[in-house]
Protein backbone atom coordinates (compact mmCIF):
# COMPACT_ATOMS: atom_id res chain seq x y z
CA UNK A 1 0.00 0.00 0.00
CA UNK A 2 1.37 3.54 -0.87
CA UNK A 3 1.02 5.99 1.52
CA UNK A 4 0.52 9.53 0.27
CA UNK A 5 -0.02 12.96 1.60
CA UNK A 6 -3.14 15.24 0.63
CA UNK A 7 -4.36 18.55 1.90
CA UNK A 8 -7.83 19.35 2.16
CA UNK A 9 -9.90 22.27 2.59
CA UNK A 10 -13.44 21.82 4.63
CA UNK A 11 -15.40 23.72 6.96
CA UNK A 12 -17.52 22.91 10.42
CA UNK A 13 -18.97 24.23 13.06
CA UNK A 14 -17.27 24.27 15.96
CA UNK A 15 -19.50 25.17 19.29
CA UNK A 16 -17.63 27.29 21.59
CA UNK A 17 -18.20 26.62 26.02
CA UNK A 18 -20.51 29.95 25.89
CA UNK A 19 -22.69 28.62 22.77
CA UNK A 20 -23.19 25.48 24.45
CA UNK A 21 -24.07 26.99 27.60
CA UNK A 22 -26.41 28.93 25.87
CA UNK A 23 -28.18 26.55 23.86
CA UNK A 24 -28.11 24.39 27.37
CA UNK A 25 -29.94 27.10 29.73
CA UNK A 26 -32.53 27.85 26.66
CA UNK A 27 -34.15 24.73 26.47
CA UNK A 28 -34.33 24.53 30.56
CA UNK A 29 -37.60 24.96 32.73
CA UNK A 30 -37.72 27.66 35.08
CA UNK A 31 -37.15 25.10 38.35
CA UNK A 32 -34.22 23.58 36.05
CA UNK A 33 -32.84 26.76 35.34
CA UNK A 34 -33.29 28.27 39.43
CA UNK A 35 -31.79 24.86 40.01
CA UNK A 36 -28.44 25.86 37.51
CA UNK A 37 -28.46 29.04 38.89
CA UNK A 38 -28.04 27.79 42.49
CA UNK A 39 -25.36 25.12 41.48
CA UNK A 40 -22.97 27.90 39.61
CA UNK A 41 -23.52 30.55 42.46
CA UNK A 42 -22.39 27.52 44.88
CA UNK A 43 -19.13 27.05 42.62
CA UNK A 44 -18.18 30.24 41.41
CA UNK A 45 -17.53 32.92 44.06
CA UNK A 46 -17.44 35.60 41.34
CA UNK A 47 -21.11 35.64 40.70
CA UNK A 48 -23.59 36.53 43.33
CA UNK A 49 -27.18 38.18 43.78
CA UNK A 50 -27.94 41.11 43.73
CA UNK A 51 -30.34 40.25 47.04
CA UNK A 52 -27.02 39.28 48.85
CA UNK A 53 -25.65 42.76 47.98
CA UNK A 54 -28.94 44.44 49.04
CA UNK A 55 -28.93 43.23 52.36
CA UNK A 56 -25.48 44.10 53.37
CA UNK A 57 -26.17 47.70 51.94
CA UNK A 58 -28.42 48.81 55.07
CA UNK A 59 -25.88 47.36 57.30
CA UNK A 60 -23.08 49.21 55.06
CA UNK A 61 -24.84 52.50 56.07
CA UNK A 62 -25.80 51.85 59.54
CA UNK A 63 -21.99 51.14 60.27
CA UNK A 64 -21.16 54.31 58.61
CA UNK A 65 -19.97 57.49 60.57
CA UNK A 66 -23.22 59.55 61.98
CA UNK A 67 -23.48 63.03 60.92
CA UNK A 68 -23.75 65.95 63.60
CA UNK A 69 -25.79 68.33 61.83
CA UNK A 70 -29.22 68.18 59.76
CA UNK A 71 -27.70 70.43 57.11
CA UNK A 72 -25.16 67.49 55.85
CA UNK A 73 -27.92 64.95 56.57
CA UNK A 74 -30.06 67.43 53.40
CA UNK A 75 -26.57 67.41 51.53
CA UNK A 76 -26.57 63.64 51.43
CA UNK A 77 -30.03 63.60 50.28
CA UNK A 78 -29.91 66.28 47.81
CA UNK A 79 -27.01 64.45 46.33
CA UNK A 80 -28.62 60.98 45.89
CA UNK A 81 -25.65 59.27 47.93
CA UNK A 82 -26.12 55.89 48.97
CA UNK A 83 -27.11 56.64 52.51
CA UNK A 84 -30.90 57.42 51.90
CA UNK A 85 -30.77 55.09 49.17
CA UNK A 86 -30.04 52.19 51.41
CA UNK A 87 -33.23 51.22 53.22
CA UNK A 88 -34.74 51.14 50.07
CA UNK A 89 -32.88 48.12 48.70
CA UNK A 90 -33.07 45.43 51.81
CA UNK A 91 -34.65 42.01 50.50
CA UNK A 92 -38.60 42.64 52.17
CA UNK A 93 -38.58 46.07 50.57
CA UNK A 94 -37.24 44.57 46.97
CA UNK A 95 -39.91 41.78 46.50
CA UNK A 96 -43.00 44.28 48.14
CA UNK A 97 -42.58 46.60 46.78
CA UNK A 98 -42.14 45.52 43.46
CA UNK A 99 -44.61 43.04 43.58
CA UNK A 100 -47.02 45.41 44.88
CA UNK A 101 -46.70 47.80 41.87
CA UNK A 102 -46.67 44.84 39.45
CA UNK A 103 -50.38 43.79 40.49
CA UNK A 104 -51.75 47.57 41.01
CA UNK A 105 -51.12 48.10 37.39
CA UNK A 106 -52.90 44.95 36.45
CA UNK A 107 -56.15 45.55 38.26
CA UNK A 108 -57.57 47.75 35.90
CA UNK A 109 -57.54 45.13 33.13
CA UNK A 110 -59.27 42.59 35.37
CA UNK A 111 -57.04 40.20 34.88
CA UNK A 112 -56.07 37.20 37.99
CA UNK A 113 -53.57 35.04 36.36
CA UNK A 114 -50.84 37.54 37.97
CA UNK A 115 -52.65 36.99 41.21
CA UNK A 116 -51.98 33.39 41.82
CA UNK A 117 -48.38 33.50 41.21
CA UNK A 118 -46.36 32.45 44.24
CA UNK A 119 -45.49 35.80 46.43
CA UNK A 120 -42.41 36.60 49.08
CA UNK A 121 -44.89 39.20 50.79
CA UNK A 122 -48.19 39.35 52.23
CA UNK A 123 -50.07 39.01 55.10
CA UNK A 124 -53.85 38.18 56.55
CA UNK A 125 -53.96 34.69 55.32
CA UNK A 126 -50.61 34.16 55.70
CA UNK A 127 -51.00 31.66 58.32
CA UNK A 128 -53.99 30.09 56.43
CA UNK A 129 -52.09 29.53 53.27
CA UNK A 130 -48.94 28.02 55.81
CA UNK A 131 -51.43 25.34 57.32
CA UNK A 132 -52.43 24.37 53.86
CA UNK A 133 -49.07 23.88 52.46
CA UNK A 134 -48.06 22.07 55.30
CA UNK A 135 -50.94 19.59 54.87
CA UNK A 136 -49.87 19.53 51.29
CA UNK A 137 -46.17 18.39 52.49
CA UNK A 138 -47.99 15.54 54.72
CA UNK A 139 -47.37 11.92 52.88
CA UNK A 140 -49.85 9.51 52.38
CA UNK A 141 -47.43 7.39 54.68
CA UNK A 142 -47.06 9.86 57.09
CA UNK A 143 -50.92 10.57 57.48
CA UNK A 144 -51.41 6.73 57.82
CA UNK A 145 -48.61 6.51 60.39
CA UNK A 146 -50.52 9.35 62.42
CA UNK A 147 -53.65 7.88 62.82
CA UNK A 148 -52.10 4.61 64.49
CA UNK A 149 -51.39 6.71 67.49
CA UNK A 150 -54.09 5.54 69.07
CA UNK A 151 -53.89 1.78 68.34
CA UNK A 152 -52.28 -0.10 71.14
CA UNK A 153 -50.25 -3.01 69.11
CA UNK A 154 -47.71 -5.62 69.70
CA UNK A 155 -44.01 -4.80 67.91
CA UNK A 156 -44.73 -7.65 65.60
CA UNK A 157 -48.46 -6.58 64.32
CA UNK A 158 -46.93 -2.76 63.96
CA UNK A 159 -43.79 -3.94 62.01
CA UNK A 160 -46.24 -5.78 59.66
CA UNK A 161 -48.43 -2.67 59.09
CA UNK A 162 -45.53 -0.29 58.74
CA UNK A 163 -44.56 -2.91 56.10
CA UNK A 164 -48.12 -2.22 54.12
CA UNK A 165 -47.71 1.19 54.24
CA UNK A 166 -44.40 0.90 52.40
CA UNK A 167 -45.80 -0.77 49.69
CA UNK A 168 -48.55 1.31 48.89
CA UNK A 169 -48.24 2.83 45.41
CA UNK A 170 -49.06 7.06 45.32
CA UNK A 171 -52.52 6.01 44.56
CA UNK A 172 -53.10 4.09 47.81
CA UNK A 173 -53.70 0.51 46.04
CA UNK A 174 -51.37 -2.26 47.63
CA UNK A 175 -49.88 -3.63 44.17
CA UNK A 176 -48.04 -6.88 45.46
CA UNK A 177 -50.08 -10.02 46.57
CA UNK A 178 -49.34 -10.89 50.76
CA UNK A 179 -47.70 -14.21 49.61
CA UNK A 180 -45.31 -12.23 47.69
CA UNK A 181 -44.59 -9.57 50.43
CA UNK A 182 -44.37 -12.25 52.92
CA UNK A 183 -42.15 -13.97 50.73
CA UNK A 184 -39.36 -11.46 50.55
CA UNK A 185 -38.75 -12.30 54.48
CA UNK A 186 -38.33 -15.55 55.54
CA UNK A 187 -38.81 -18.79 53.58
CA UNK A 188 -39.41 -21.35 56.43
CA UNK A 189 -42.69 -22.35 55.91
CA UNK A 190 -44.32 -22.40 59.28
CA UNK A 191 -42.72 -18.85 59.64
CA UNK A 192 -44.52 -17.74 56.41
CA UNK A 193 -47.77 -19.11 57.36
CA UNK A 194 -47.74 -16.84 60.82
CA UNK A 195 -46.39 -13.82 59.03
CA UNK A 196 -49.10 -14.37 56.61
CA UNK A 197 -51.75 -13.94 59.44
CA UNK A 198 -50.12 -11.23 60.61
CA UNK A 199 -50.40 -9.51 57.48
CA UNK A 200 -53.64 -10.05 56.72
CA UNK A 201 -55.12 -8.28 60.38
CA UNK A 202 -52.78 -5.28 59.43
CA UNK A 203 -54.18 -5.07 56.17
CA UNK A 204 -57.71 -5.05 57.25
CA UNK A 205 -56.57 -2.49 60.36
CA UNK A 206 -54.92 -0.43 57.61
CA UNK A 207 -57.98 -0.54 55.12
CA UNK A 208 -60.28 0.68 58.33
CA UNK A 209 -58.01 4.22 58.36
CA UNK A 210 -58.62 7.52 56.48
CA UNK A 211 -58.61 7.68 53.62
CA UNK A 212 -61.43 5.47 53.29
CA UNK A 213 -60.78 2.75 49.93
CA UNK A 214 -56.62 2.95 51.06
CA UNK A 215 -54.94 -0.35 50.94
CA UNK A 216 -57.50 -1.74 48.11
CA UNK A 217 -55.91 -4.33 45.58
CA UNK A 218 -57.90 -3.00 42.83
CA UNK A 219 -60.28 -0.53 41.70
CA UNK A 220 -63.80 -3.00 42.83
CA UNK A 221 -62.43 -3.57 46.25
CA UNK A 222 -61.51 0.15 46.51
CA UNK A 223 -65.04 1.46 45.84
CA UNK A 224 -66.46 -0.97 48.15
CA UNK A 225 -64.34 -0.11 51.05
CA UNK A 226 -65.34 3.20 50.53
CA UNK A 227 -69.51 2.11 50.21
CA UNK A 228 -69.03 -0.04 53.34
CA UNK A 229 -68.11 3.24 55.02
CA UNK A 230 -71.44 5.00 53.97
CA UNK A 231 -74.62 4.63 55.99
CA UNK A 232 -76.58 1.13 55.26
CA UNK A 233 -79.58 1.66 52.13
CA UNK A 234 -81.15 0.05 49.61
CA UNK A 235 -79.18 2.15 47.15
CA UNK A 236 -75.68 1.58 48.80
CA UNK A 237 -76.48 -2.22 48.85
CA UNK A 238 -76.65 -1.82 44.62
CA UNK A 239 -73.96 0.17 44.47
CA UNK A 240 -72.00 -2.94 46.62
CA UNK A 241 -72.72 -5.20 44.59
CA UNK A 242 -72.06 -3.82 41.43
CA UNK A 243 -68.88 -2.42 42.17
CA UNK A 244 -68.13 -6.83 43.11
CA UNK A 245 -68.82 -7.88 39.74
CA UNK A 246 -70.58 -5.88 37.74
CA UNK A 247 -68.42 -2.71 37.28
CA UNK A 248 -67.77 -3.82 33.30
CA UNK A 249 -71.34 -3.66 32.80
CA UNK A 250 -71.89 -0.30 34.28
CA UNK A 251 -68.88 1.31 32.01
CA UNK A 252 -70.61 -0.41 29.36
CA UNK A 253 -73.72 1.76 30.53
CA UNK A 254 -75.87 -1.43 30.10
CA UNK A 255 -78.99 -1.14 31.71
CA UNK A 256 -80.53 -3.99 30.91
CA UNK A 257 -78.07 -7.00 31.95
CA UNK A 258 -77.71 -4.62 34.88
CA UNK A 259 -81.65 -5.01 35.87
CA UNK A 260 -81.31 -8.56 35.40
CA UNK A 261 -78.13 -9.07 37.64
CA UNK A 262 -78.81 -6.72 40.44
CA UNK A 263 -82.68 -7.40 40.71
CA UNK A 264 -82.77 -3.52 41.05
CA UNK A 265 -85.52 -1.20 38.98
CA UNK A 266 -84.21 1.66 37.05
CA UNK A 267 -84.91 4.58 39.63
CA UNK A 268 -82.39 2.47 42.13
CA UNK A 269 -79.96 2.15 39.14
CA UNK A 270 -79.43 5.87 38.47
CA UNK A 271 -79.27 6.06 42.40
CA UNK A 272 -76.40 3.69 42.66
CA UNK A 273 -74.64 5.02 39.41
CA UNK A 274 -74.46 8.60 41.24
CA UNK A 275 -73.47 7.17 44.56
CA UNK A 276 -70.62 5.46 42.98
CA UNK A 277 -68.97 8.34 40.60
CA UNK A 278 -69.04 10.39 43.85
CA UNK A 279 -66.56 8.07 45.18
CA UNK A 280 -62.47 8.36 44.65
CA UNK A 281 -60.85 5.40 42.69
CA UNK A 282 -57.50 6.79 43.68
CA UNK A 283 -58.06 7.89 47.69
CA UNK A 284 -54.36 8.37 47.61
CA UNK A 285 -54.01 11.14 44.87
CA UNK A 286 -54.62 14.23 47.33
CA UNK A 287 -51.27 13.76 49.06
CA UNK A 288 -49.56 12.72 45.97
CA UNK A 289 -50.56 16.55 43.96
CA UNK A 290 -49.13 17.89 47.57
CA UNK A 291 -45.69 17.21 46.17
CA UNK A 292 -46.39 18.37 42.34
CA UNK A 293 -44.30 22.04 41.71
CA UNK A 294 -46.85 24.91 41.00
CA UNK A 295 -46.56 25.86 36.78
CA UNK A 296 -44.88 29.73 37.25
CA UNK A 297 -45.61 31.58 34.12
CA UNK A 298 -42.62 32.75 32.46
CA UNK A 299 -44.38 35.70 30.03
CA UNK A 300 -47.26 37.98 31.35
CA UNK A 301 -49.97 38.75 28.41
CA UNK A 302 -51.90 42.48 29.90
CA UNK A 303 -54.09 44.39 27.52
CA UNK A 304 -53.49 47.72 27.26
CA UNK A 305 -56.24 49.18 25.17
CA UNK A 306 -56.55 47.58 21.53
CA UNK A 307 -52.90 46.49 22.14
CA UNK A 308 -51.17 43.65 24.26
CA UNK A 309 -48.32 43.99 25.92
CA UNK A 310 -45.76 40.71 26.56
CA UNK A 311 -43.97 41.32 29.95
CA UNK A 312 -41.37 39.19 31.29
CA UNK A 313 -42.16 37.59 34.96
CA UNK A 314 -39.88 39.26 37.35
CA UNK A 315 -40.64 35.71 39.41
CA UNK A 316 -38.35 33.91 37.21
CA UNK A 317 -35.85 36.62 35.85
CA UNK A 318 -32.62 35.28 38.25
CA UNK A 319 -30.98 38.74 39.18
CA UNK A 320 -27.09 38.18 39.19
CA UNK A 321 -23.94 40.24 39.24
CA UNK A 322 -20.12 39.93 39.51
CA UNK A 323 -19.06 39.99 42.52
CA UNK A 324 -16.95 43.88 42.58
CA UNK A 325 -15.47 43.21 45.91
CA UNK A 326 -13.48 40.00 43.88
CA UNK A 327 -13.36 41.70 40.92
CA UNK A 328 -11.12 44.42 41.93
CA UNK A 329 -8.94 42.52 44.17
CA UNK A 330 -8.28 40.62 40.77
CA UNK A 331 -7.42 43.93 38.79
CA UNK A 332 -5.43 44.60 41.85
CA UNK A 333 -3.06 41.47 41.82
CA UNK A 334 0.29 41.49 39.94
CA UNK A 335 -0.27 40.61 36.56
CA UNK A 336 -3.99 41.03 36.73
CA UNK A 337 -6.96 38.92 35.88
CA UNK A 338 -5.22 36.92 33.35
CA UNK A 339 -2.77 35.53 35.27
CA UNK A 340 -4.78 35.09 38.41
CA UNK A 341 -6.44 31.57 38.84
CA UNK A 342 -9.87 33.21 39.45
CA UNK A 343 -9.86 34.50 36.38
CA UNK A 344 -11.33 31.74 34.53
CA UNK A 345 -14.20 31.95 36.95
CA UNK A 346 -14.66 36.04 36.51
CA UNK A 347 -15.39 35.04 32.67
CA UNK A 348 -17.48 32.09 33.70
CA UNK A 349 -19.90 34.27 35.50
CA UNK A 350 -19.78 36.73 32.69
CA UNK A 351 -20.86 34.39 30.56
CA UNK A 352 -23.59 32.89 32.22
CA UNK A 353 -24.97 36.58 33.50
CA UNK A 354 -24.66 37.36 29.30
CA UNK A 355 -26.29 33.77 28.24
CA UNK A 356 -29.40 34.07 31.50
CA UNK A 357 -30.05 37.36 29.56
CA UNK A 358 -29.75 36.61 26.13
CA UNK A 359 -32.29 33.55 27.00
CA UNK A 360 -35.33 35.65 28.40
CA UNK A 361 -34.55 38.08 25.16
CA UNK A 362 -35.11 35.18 23.15
CA UNK A 363 -38.62 33.79 24.80
CA UNK A 364 -39.45 37.51 25.10
CA UNK A 365 -39.35 38.00 21.38
CA UNK A 366 -40.94 34.54 20.25
CA UNK A 367 -43.53 35.62 23.10
CA UNK A 368 -44.23 38.57 21.49
CA UNK A 369 -44.23 37.19 17.88
CA UNK A 370 -46.97 34.61 19.20
CA UNK A 371 -49.06 37.47 20.25
CA UNK A 372 -48.97 39.51 17.22
CA UNK A 373 -49.61 35.64 15.11
CA UNK A 374 -52.74 34.98 17.77
CA UNK A 375 -54.14 38.00 18.51
CA UNK A 376 -57.63 36.25 17.87
CA UNK A 377 -57.22 33.85 21.06
CA UNK A 378 -56.05 36.75 23.48
CA UNK A 379 -59.37 38.80 22.35
CA UNK A 380 -62.12 35.89 21.83
CA UNK A 381 -60.73 32.63 23.16
CA UNK A 382 -59.31 29.35 21.72
CA UNK A 383 -62.28 29.22 18.99
CA UNK A 384 -60.52 32.05 17.31
CA UNK A 385 -57.07 30.35 17.07
CA UNK A 386 -55.02 30.50 13.75
CA UNK A 387 -52.92 28.03 12.76
CA UNK A 388 -49.11 28.37 13.18
CA UNK A 389 -46.31 26.57 12.79
CA UNK A 390 -42.45 26.78 14.38
CA UNK A 391 -40.91 27.95 11.04
CA UNK A 392 -42.90 31.03 10.69
CA UNK A 393 -41.62 32.28 13.53
CA UNK A 394 -38.33 31.20 12.96
CA UNK A 395 -38.28 32.60 9.82
CA UNK A 396 -39.39 36.32 11.40
CA UNK A 397 -37.56 36.10 14.22
CA UNK A 398 -34.48 35.25 11.89
CA UNK A 399 -33.74 32.27 14.44
CA UNK A 400 -33.37 28.51 14.03
CA UNK A 401 -36.66 26.14 13.82
CA UNK A 402 -34.87 23.79 16.91
CA UNK A 403 -34.00 27.14 18.55
CA UNK A 404 -38.35 28.12 18.47
CA UNK A 405 -38.73 24.56 19.68
CA UNK A 406 -36.35 25.36 22.54
CA UNK A 407 -37.96 28.48 23.83
CA UNK A 408 -41.45 26.82 23.33
CA UNK A 409 -40.68 23.49 25.34
CA UNK A 410 -41.26 24.04 29.18
CA UNK A 411 -41.76 27.93 29.31
CA UNK A 412 -45.41 29.19 29.77
CA UNK A 413 -47.30 32.04 29.25
CA UNK A 414 -50.19 33.70 31.35
CA UNK A 415 -53.15 35.38 29.75
CA UNK A 416 -56.40 35.99 30.41
CA UNK A 417 -57.47 32.77 29.60
CA UNK A 418 -55.43 31.11 32.04
CA UNK A 419 -51.88 29.66 31.77
CA UNK A 420 -50.59 27.87 28.80
CA UNK A 421 -47.82 26.55 27.96
CA UNK A 422 -46.16 28.25 24.67
CA UNK A 423 -46.10 25.17 22.57
CA UNK A 424 -50.04 25.54 22.78
CA UNK A 425 -50.26 28.21 20.68
CA UNK A 426 -49.05 25.82 17.83
CA UNK A 427 -50.62 24.11 15.95
CA UNK A 428 -51.72 22.88 12.44
CA UNK A 429 -54.37 23.97 9.95
CA UNK A 430 -57.60 22.08 8.38
CA UNK A 431 -58.94 23.23 5.22
CA UNK A 432 -62.70 24.99 5.00
CA UNK A 433 -65.35 25.58 2.64
CA UNK A 434 -64.10 29.31 2.15
CA UNK A 435 -60.14 27.75 0.84
CA UNK A 436 -58.74 29.10 4.60
CA UNK A 437 -57.67 26.74 7.30
CA UNK A 438 -59.06 26.67 10.78
CA UNK A 439 -56.76 25.88 13.40
CA UNK A 440 -56.48 22.27 14.71
CA UNK A 441 -57.04 23.70 18.63
CA UNK A 442 -60.36 25.41 17.31
CA UNK A 443 -61.18 22.53 16.20
CA UNK A 444 -60.78 20.67 18.97
CA UNK A 445 -62.64 23.71 21.39
CA UNK A 446 -65.58 23.53 19.24
CA UNK A 447 -65.60 19.57 19.75
CA UNK A 448 -65.64 20.24 23.39
CA UNK A 449 -68.25 22.91 22.72
CA UNK A 450 -70.72 20.48 21.11
CA UNK A 451 -70.43 17.63 23.45
CA UNK A 452 -70.72 19.93 26.25
CA UNK A 453 -73.80 20.80 25.28
CA UNK A 454 -75.08 17.18 23.64
CA UNK A 455 -78.13 15.27 25.27
CA UNK A 456 -76.91 12.67 27.65
CA UNK A 457 -79.26 10.24 26.70
CA UNK A 458 -78.33 10.25 23.05
CA UNK A 459 -74.80 11.53 22.68
CA UNK A 460 -73.15 12.60 19.37
CA UNK A 461 -70.58 9.90 17.95
CA UNK A 462 -68.04 10.73 15.97
CA UNK A 463 -69.31 10.62 12.49
CA UNK A 464 -71.66 13.12 13.60
CA UNK A 465 -69.40 15.49 15.29
CA UNK A 466 -67.61 15.67 12.00
CA UNK A 467 -70.78 16.65 10.48
CA UNK A 468 -71.58 19.52 12.56
CA UNK A 469 -67.67 20.72 11.75
CA UNK A 470 -69.12 20.29 8.45
CA UNK A 471 -72.02 22.25 8.67
CA UNK A 472 -69.59 25.31 10.37
CA UNK A 473 -67.47 25.13 7.07
CA UNK A 474 -64.52 22.78 8.41
CA UNK A 475 -63.85 19.61 6.62
CA UNK A 476 -62.84 17.22 9.23
CA UNK A 477 -62.85 12.79 9.34
CA UNK A 478 -64.45 11.18 11.28
CA UNK A 479 -61.02 9.25 12.61
CA UNK A 480 -59.54 12.96 13.03
CA UNK A 481 -62.86 14.12 15.22
CA UNK A 482 -61.84 10.60 17.29
CA UNK A 483 -57.96 11.23 17.51
CA UNK A 484 -58.77 15.06 18.72
CA UNK A 485 -61.64 13.52 21.25
CA UNK A 486 -59.26 11.03 22.72
CA UNK A 487 -56.50 13.74 22.97
CA UNK A 488 -58.70 15.60 25.13
CA UNK A 489 -59.82 12.94 26.92
CA UNK A 490 -63.52 12.82 26.47
CA UNK A 491 -65.02 9.53 26.27
CA UNK A 492 -66.71 8.06 23.35
CA UNK A 493 -70.63 7.79 22.59
CA UNK A 494 -71.14 4.60 24.36
CA UNK A 495 -69.57 5.51 27.71
CA UNK A 496 -71.17 8.96 27.13
CA UNK A 497 -74.86 7.69 27.70
CA UNK A 498 -76.41 8.31 31.10
CA UNK A 499 -78.22 4.73 32.19
Not at 53 to 62: G, K, Q, R, Y
Not at 216 to 241: G, H, M, Y
Not at 271 to 296: H, S
Request: aromatic share 4%; with cysteine; charged share 25%.
Amino acid sequence: MKQTLQVRLSQHLALTPQLQQSIRLLQLSTLELHQEVEQMLASNPLLETEEEFTVSAPELAANAPAESSAESGNESGAEGGDAPEAPELNAEDFGGTEREDWENGTEGDDFDGIRELPSSSGSGSEDGERESQESAETTLAEHLVQQLAGHHLSAEDRAALHVLIESLNEDGYLEDALEEIAAAFTEDAEELEDLLDRLRIALRLLQSLEPAGIGARDLSECLTLQLRALPKSPCQVIAILICKGHLELLARRDMRRLMSETGADEVLLREAQTLITQLEPKPGRRFAQGAAAAIVPDVIVRKSGREFRVLLNPEVAPKLRINELYANALRATRGGISNSPLGGQLQEARWFIKNIQQRFDTILRVSQAIVERQRGFFTHGELAMKPLVLREIADELGLHESTISRVTTAKYMATSWGTFELKYFFGSGLSTETGGEASSTAVRALIKQFVAAEDIKKPLSDSALAGMLEEQGIQCARRTVAKYREAMKIAPANLRKAL
